[in-house]
């Protein structure tokens, strides 16, 4: 497992070196695994992911080769609409009454409440970049639809 670690985080900073990428936007929630709701053998196969190596790992590899590292914290980030523009609260702090405006209708398939259907993790991507938007001073005013539609995917385990 630590092998995989530290491949896959090499992998995500070879990534960004090629690409010129200087930040990394790392979501994360405290003791996420402690309350995770799954069903009893979802939790048994996500709770033995080594999460916080492989965020520990990036974040010491951005330190060597000058890339900002942040931890965002990620709550409702991916049940949350970004192209509807949903409230995203920080855990804890959801109001009375909040509801996504749209659905995660399958597995990686995300439904807007327009109909829209784009890619759940580019949805949850777009949703924490726009948490941190004003902290970092980031215009997410080109962010369309297409972006969240077709996402590059990048293979951990090729050459």
Same mark, same amino acid.
């Given at each position: 497992?630590?092998?995989?670690?530290?491949?896959?985080?090499?992998k995500v900073?070879?990534?960004?070196?090629?690409?010129?990428?200087?930040?990394?936007?790392?979501?994360?929630?405290?003791?996420?695994? $402690?309350?995770?709701? &799954?069903?009893k053998v979802?939790?048994? !196969?996500?709770?033995?992911? +080594?999460? *916080? =190596?492989?965020?520990?790992?990036?974040?010491?590899?951005?330190?060597?080769?000058?890339?900002?590292?942040?931890?965002?914290?990620?709550?409702?980030?991916? $049940?949350?609409s970004f &192209?509807?523009?949903?409230?995203?609260? !920080?855990?804890?702090?959801? +109001?009375? *009454? =909040?509801?996504?405006?749209?659905?995660?209708?399958?597995?990686?398939?995300?439904?807007?409440?327009?109909?829209?259907?784009?890619?759940?993790?580019?949805?949850?991507?777009?949703? &924490?970049?726009?948490?941190?938007?004003?902290?970092?001073?980031?215009?997410?005013?080109?962010?369309?639809?297409?972006?969240?539609?077709?996402?590059?995917?990048?293979?951990?385990?090729?050459?």
């Amino acid at each position: 497992m630590r092998d995989a670690i530290h491949k896959a985080a090499r992998k995500v900073i070879d990534f960004c070196l090629h690409h010129s990428i200087g930040r990394i936007i790392f979501g994360w929630n405290k003791e996420q695994k $402690q309350e995770c709701g &799954l069903g009893k053998v979802n939790n048994q !196969n996500f709770v033995l992911i +080594p999460t *916080g =190596w492989l965020k520990e790992r990036i974040a010491e590899l951005c330190q060597h080769y000058g890339i900002e590292f942040i931890e965002a914290e990620e709550a409702y980030s991916s $049940q949350a609409s970004f &192209l509807d523009g949903d409230e995203l609260p !920080n855990y804890g702090e959801k +109001p009375d *009454g =909040w509801r996504p405006s749209g659905k995660r209708v399958k597995r990686g398939l995300y439904q807007t409440a327009k109909g829209w259907l784009v890619n759940a993790d580019a949805n949850a991507a777009a949703n &924490l970049l726009k948490k941190v938007s004003r902290t970092l001073g980031l215009c997410l005013k080109e962010m369309s639809r297409g972006a969240l539609t077709t996402p590059l995917w990048v293979l951990l385990w090729t050459a």
